[in-house]
């Protein structure tokens, strides 16, 4: 192999421009993905954002249902009831600041 440098040379050559051609298909790749992964992030904030108001309309829901019915579980609706009043004096003193 060694009795002729421009053989070597080209060889050389040759696999320095398919390792550049495969770094650059990987860096595609890449880019490809991490876009990929920033979509996800977007689905998953909202789907987050979308089961928290869910949440919130459940405990709602569920505390409007356990004072119009008189059911047994009425003391969590009205700590549920309380909390809410609360969060709304809370509120009003912000306000007041």
Request: glycine share 4%.
């Given at each position: 192999?060694?009795?002729?440098?421009?053989?070597?040379?080209?060889?050389?050559?040759?696999?320095?421009?398919?390792?550049?051609?495969?770094n650059n298909?990987?860096?595609?790749?890449?880019?490809?993905?991490?876009?990929?992964?920033?979509?996800?992030?977007?689905?998953?904030?909202?789907?987050?954002?979308?089961?928290?108001?869910?949440?919130?309309?459940?405990?709602?829901?569920?505390?409007?249902?356990?004072?119009?019915?008189?059911?047994?579980?009425?003391?969590?609706?009205?700590?549920?009831?309380?909390?809410?009043?609360?969060?709304?004096?809370?509120?009003?003193?912000?306000?007041?600041?």
């Open positions: 192999m060694a009795d002729n440098p421009k053989l070597l040379l080209g060889a050389l050559s040759a696999k320095i421009k398919e390792l550049i051609r495969r298909v990987l860096k595609e790749k890449m880019r490809a993905l991490e876009d990929r992964i920033a979509q996800l992030e977007e689905e998953k904030a909202a789907l987050h954002k979308d089961k928290e108001e869910i949440n919130i309309k459940y405990l709602n829901l569920k505390t409007a249902k356990g004072i119009a019915l008189g059911a047994p579980d009425v003391k969590e609706a009205r700590n549920r009831f309380n909390k809410i009043v609360r969060e709304i004096d809370k509120c009003i003193s912000l306000l007041n600041e």
